[in-house]
């Protein structure tokens, strides 16, 4: 049981660090991003517009 216990909060112990490390990536990672969008541009897809000639009738 002792065993068992030491190995579960071993894990949980990394698993806990690796958390912050992560967060911590995020977040730095999250304040580049906003820049890189801000110089692409956005092109805006609208609909065609086509007359209903263009379609060929169904058999």
Not at 13 to 18: E, V
Not at 22 to 37: D, H, P, Q, W, Y
Not at 44 to 51: A, C, G, I, Q, V
């Amino acid at each position: 049981m002792i065993t068992f216990l030491g190995i579960l909060f071993g894990l949980l112990a990394i698993n806990a660090i690796l958390l912050l490390f992560s967060v911590n990536g995020a977040t730095e990672g999250f304040g580049g991003s906003t820049n890189k969008n801000e110089k692409t541009s956005v092109t805006k897809l609208l609909p065609r517009e086509s007359s209903e000639t263009e379609y060929k009738k169904a058999v």
